[in-house]
């Protein structure tokens, strides 16, 4: 299985937002997060998605962003 990573970022709620468009859309994920429990200041959220499956999740994300509820 190879995977794609499609986001790398220090914002829980965008992280959050994301994993639920690809939840929604049924594509599947693995998360990574190297965020320190404590201090939430140090580290990234991470989430990777099969390869076959990266331009699909990369449009379905961008897309949400686009529209005006987002």
Known sequence: MNK???L???DRMYFQLC???L???EVPFQINSTMDSMYNAFGKFEIYVL???KQK???LIENHE???DA
Do not use: R
Request: glycine share 0%.
């Open 4 to 6: 794609a990573l499609i």
């Open 8 to 10: 790398n970022t220090t």
């Open 19 to 21: 994993q639920s468009i």
């Open 23 to 25: 939840s929604m859309n």
């Open 51 to 53: 390869e076959e499956d």
């Open 57 to 59: 999740a990369i449009d």
């Open 66 to 68: 686009d529209t005006p």
